[in-house]
């Protein structure tokens, strides 16, 4: 190492620290090996500055926030002067007279920030007298629950939600000490734009936002000797599961993973990746059918529910250009509820399946009205890593001490290539490994694609397979999908295929991973799953026998009818706050014909206002007040239609001013012959005339 | 309708917000001017309207309701033809404001959780910068004081009885 000069570095309590690029005082004293106590700094987000636990005293300028200020060569600070310690102690203890604190039942017991750093600081006793205002806690989201008793109001989730997704379906609102951070006009998660991916319950320091649990009814069906429950796992749980049980994170933990299910009453235990490896075959036909039309490109990637939820609200003219593939989850259930009562002999109704998933956004997809039929569900329930990891522990299961056990064949056998589906970039390395394929009609010499590899959350590639010259983009983190999709919307975009997965660096990353505090704990997921492919047999989907035996002795041919039925589904645009809309013009007629325009962002755009003001002014010019009831709504989700108007039973797609005021016109001259007809079959006491 | 009265229809009402959007060129830096003057169309910022300029400013509705909950002059329910203002600022809380406030509330039959009152609604607001009179009370324009609990609900009765005559 080259000698740094003398005048670059801090010193730390007294001892020499060098500036190497360190973006805040904080970042340097963390290299430096003092793990200064923080609320509300996460490297990845903007500095907030507003727990004031990461306090220094800088010689000659006093008491400062270190996340916020910037390290200058030869500053002489103190991390933990009797000051100092004081004034965290007092945050804390001022935090835990404002908290709900009933820690053993809390779910965040085992890594609250709050417990941990209370501890740290040697909080003995709360000076201060309690004075929590208890709110509701906020069940109302599949994925996510929210309880504000246990907020510190550090702001992180409010900037993850923001910064890394781009929804901002949470903000700090109110102030003084009814400041408290929640969704518009405080209602709830389940009814607003929140897209499920949960990563503000992975930022969140306390158990104020944490993921849903489903562990009880997993352990009721688990308990019930009539039922046959089903394990599908997905393929980046067994590279995070280890990490509550003291492994690194990225120990590939499959044979334990699955003796654990076993233990714990899994009848079946299969691997997600199978159904995986099927989606490349539905997906990898459908890319090359566009790709040979040059038709819907880019073909954007729909196996996370976080990111179909989001280009729902926000993109439903890009709707048709997500593939129809539904995600692995979904077809797995949609399989397995259809073929195992005969596989296996066991009569549907006493099936359950039930997915462990990486991911909070899974359980609200597993609940989407699309994927149940007749109240059953495709996929019964979902739970997380961190769940099943709960559910082993809570079972006295001694995890490291297990001898692996394999998954359960046929559903069980899957190629590295589906297990690449957990990294942001493995969806299309395993599309690659299939479409190359098929696009030269030769074995692939090497089965590795390193250039869709990497960890940025907005990564591109070109490649010529033959000839053909394929773009794709991999993306993570919906602010970088939001990036793609504006490109897409203005034209500007050349990709063939754009891979999404909400959470940055794919599901590996996700909400129901264990939350670890290793800052590499996300690179040495990537590398598990890498290692995981490598150490798999075959590589390629199109390598997986049962696969194919499943199309030919059931499925029919890819892309086919049952197929189709099976495997694929439908998008819709979908509104993303609940409100009803504004009255605008109204009397007191008692049969009043409703007109809705919409005012949703897309309607707006496309000239909804320009409508409302027309037919405002048609119905004022005809005295139309007691006739007419006029609202301004927002969204009726058939945006890309937009603008749309309903006009009593009358939805117009791409209405204009005339075209509205036409349709009022004879929708009022309808209700007023109908009224008439109704007056006159009255009177004449006849009620079967017409 | 009397034609000598001025009275805003909601279509109005609402084209006058559409105005107030493009006169700022439908700025999210300009959320907060626009809150202010859509307030003063409407008395109040109603849920609706809220949701409105959210989607007019392409700004999140959270981020929206968290700006018109921030601001003391912000109100989110219609208000009552009487507004009263009580001082918590650093002064007035020292010079007992809180006893004031409860006065109130007992005297309205309302509370923090429930502060509906029809004719009359109270807000507590942070300083009003006039701490030389400590605890202060704003009643509508009309600045009161040196206040105490006997005094508040003393002027309060005195609003009551005027109403009462009016009807
Ligand atoms: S789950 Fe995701 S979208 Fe929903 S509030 Fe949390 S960060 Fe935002
Ligand atoms: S909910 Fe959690 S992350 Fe959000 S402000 Fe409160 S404590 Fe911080
Ligand atoms: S980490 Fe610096 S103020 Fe919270
Ligand atoms: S914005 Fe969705 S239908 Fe108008």
Known sequence: MTKKPVDNNVYINGRPVAIEGERNLLELIRKAGIDLPTFCYHSDLSVYGACRLCLVDIEGRGIVGSCSTPPEAGMRIKTHTEEIREI?????????????????????????????????????????????????????????????????????????????????????????????????????????????????????????????????????DLTNPDLFVVACVAPAVRVGLGEPFDMEPGTITTGQMVASLKMLGFDQVYDTSFAADLTIFEEGNEFLQRKTKGEKLPQFTSCCPGWVKYAEQYYPELLDKLSTCKSPQQMFGALLKD??????????????IVSVMPCTAKKYEAKRPEFIHDGVADVDHVITTQELARMIKAAGIL????????????????????VLFGNSG??????????????????????????????????????????????????????????????????????????????????????????????????????????????????????????????????????????????????????????????????????????????????????????????????EESKLENMVDVRASFCFEQCEEGPTVKIGEVTLNHATVDKAVDTLKSELEKQLSGAATAVSGCSAGCSSGK | MQATETHVTPAEKF????????????????????????????????????????????????????????????????????????????ACHVKKSIPILDALYRKLGISEKKPKHELITIEIVACLGACGLAPVMVINEDVYGQMTPDRAVKLIDEILEKEAALV
């Open chain 1, 88 to 220: 965290r102690k007092v945050s804390v203890e001022l935090l835990l007279a404002n908290h709900d604190n009933n820690c053993p039942t809390c779910y965040k017991s085992h890594n609250c920030q709050l417990q941990r750093i209370a501890r740290q600081l040697g909080v003995e006793h709360v000076r201060f007298k309690s004075v929590l205002d208890r709110k509701p806690v906020d069940v109302s989201s599949p994925s996510v629950t929210r309880d504000p008793n246990k907020c510190v109001l550090c702001g992180d989730c409010v900037r993850v939600c923001s910064e890394i997704q781009e929804v901002g379906a949470i903000d700090f609102a109110y102030r003084g000490h009814q400041a408290s951070v929640l969704p518009a006009f405080g209602k709830d998660l389940a009814e607003i734009e929140c897209v499920n991916c949960g990563q503000c319950t992975v930022v969140c320091p306390t158990g104020a936002l944490s993921p849903k649990s489903e562990m009880e009814e997993v352990w009721k």
């Open chain 1, 426 to 619: 493995g969806v299309t390395e395993a599309v690659l490994r299939f479409a190359a394929e098929k696009i030269t009609g030769k074995p692939l010499q090497s089965f590795e694609f390193k250039q869709v590899r990497g960890e940025s959350g907005l990564r591109e590639a070109v490649m010529e397979i033959d000839g053909v010259q394929l773009k794709l983009a991999v993306v993570s983190g919906l602010k970088n999908a939001k990036t793609v999709a504006e490109q897409v919307r203005k034209g500007t975009c050349e990709y063939d295929i754009v891979e999404v997965m909400a959470c940055p660096q794919g599901c590996i990353g996700g909400a129901g991973q264990p939350v670890s505090r290793n800052p590499l704990a996300k690179k040495m997921r990537t590398k598990g799953i890498y290692d995981a492919d490598k150490m798999m047999p075959l590589h390629k989907s199109q390598e997986n026998i049962f696969i194919t035996e499943c199309y030919e002795k059931f499925l029919g041919d890819i892309g086919g009818h049952k197929a189709h039925h099976l495997l694929h589904t439908h998008y819709q645009s979908r509104r993303r706050l609940p409100e009803e809309g504004i009255a605008l013009f109204s009397g007191h007629g008692d049969q009043r014909l409703h007109v809705d325009v919409c005012l949703g962002t897309n309607c707006f755009l496309k000239g909804g206002q320009t409508i409302l003001n027309g037919l405002l002014k048609h119905a």
């Open chain 1, 399 to 418: 995890f490291n001490d297990l001898t692996p056990e394999s998954f359960d064949m046929p559903f069980g056998f899957a190629t590295g290539a589906g």
């Open chain 1, 339 to 352: 073929r195992l009562p005969d596989l296996l002999g066991v009569a549907k109704e006493k099936l359950r």
């Open chain 2, 15 to 90: 084209a006058n917000v559409c105005a107030i959007l493009e006169k700022h060129g439908r700025h999210p830096a300009k959320l907060i001017p626009i809150l202010q003057a859509v307030q003063e169309e409407y008395g109040y910022l109603p849920e609706e309207v809220l949701t409105f300029v959210a989607v007019a400013l392409d700004v999140p509705a959270a981020r929206v309701f968290g700006v018109a909950t921030f601001y003391a002059h912000f109100a989110l329910e219609p208000r009552g033809k009487y507004v009263v203002r009580l001082c918590n600022g650093t």
